[in-house]
């Protein structure tokens, strides 16, 4: 009776194995990339200048400022305040596909860059929360800064969703933007496939609330080249059936389609104020996340 059960756990685990592996591959990447982390953790950042008055801690004076001055003053610090992050991950059927060149499937992919950016924030004591979803919230990671939270996060991107789902996120935003509060990092991790755009423009509701938005598009290469060559049956992988075409008749029209529905896509989210960044599975983790912290950074310093 416990067979199943013994044979989902052992699946799991391997699923989990795999995503550890890869995460660290992943961070590793990243962190060996840079000359000079900016991950360093909470730190305290200088504000201003205050008259020092009988009884201030002397070890704060600036001395310089109060020779030009003439008068002693004191520098004070506030604590840099933690960013808060929300990451969604689309774990619907469309996410299974891999193709015949990427080591992953866009899920695998997804998993690896939610689960590594997790730990990148983490590591600066940041605070992060998980929803992996298709047409529901399959599996939800409550927001914590906590050195656990890691293993619950990579626990959830490994646990099994249902074969074959369909993306809703329109309640799932819903349920996030209730959740997020004020200033939070939104980080939707999806291939964006049969997601309607009207639910894209309502994005703006997370941005017109503070939070900074970004949408990772996870798609394999050979949905970004169609390779494919001579008869060709396709599979619906969120119950579509089956298709069969002539794959060297149907290359143009599909890249001319891809192009007008990538271009939407960008449209749209830049439009609302969400950033957009292609995530192809067979690139390095790495790249997508430096892209994505590099600029989140910029961002911070200057707000």
Not at 92 to 107: H, L, P
Not at 262 to 273: N, Y
């Amino acid at each position: 009776m416990n067979a199943p059960s013994t044979a989902l756990d052992a699946d799991v685990a391997a699923r989990l194995s795999n995503l550890q592996v890869r995460v660290r591959r992943a961070v590793d990447g990243f962190l060996s990339g840079l000359h000079r982390s900016p991950h360093r953790g909470a730190s305290v950042v200088f504000v201003e200048h205050e008259e020092y008055r009988p009884g201030d801690d002397l070890r704060r004076i600036d001395w310089r400022a109060t020779a030009r001055r003439e008068r002693t003053v004191l520098k004070r610090f506030e604590q840099e305040s933690s960013l808060k992050a929300w990451l969604l991950v689309d774990a619907s059927g469309s996410m299974q596909f891999r193709g015949a060149v990427a080591e992953e499937s866009k899920y695998e992919h997804a998993a690896t860059l939610a689960a590594a950016l997790a730990h990148l924030l983490l590591r600066q004591s940041d605070t992060v929360a998980l929803s992996v979803v298709d047409s529901a919230v399959r599996h939800f990671v409550p927001p914590r800064g906590i050195a656990s939270q890691f293993t619950a996060v990579e626990e959830a991107l490994a646990a099994p969703t249902p074969a074959g789902s369909r993306t809703d996120l329109g309640p799932v935003f819903e349920e996030v933007i209730e959740r997020a509060g004020k200033r939070a990092l939104v980080v939707l991790v999806s291939d964006l496939v049969d997601v309607p755009m009207r639910i894209l423009q309502s994005l703006q509701h997370f941005v017109a609330r503070g939070h900074d938005v970004w949408v990772l598009q996870v798609l394999s290469r050979d949905e970004l080249t169609f390779p494919f060559r001579g008869p060709t049956r396709f599979h619906g992988l969120e119950g579509q059936g089956t298709l069969d075409v002539d794959a060297d008749a149907a290359r143009a029209k599909y890249l001319s389609a891809l192009e007008a529905w990538r271009g939407e896509i960008s449209a749209t989210l830049a439009g609302v104020g969400a950033r957009h960044l292609l995530c192809a599975t067979d690139e390095p983790a790495e790249r997508h996340l430096a892209a994505l912290l590099t600029a989140q950074s910029r961002g911070r310093a200057r707000g």
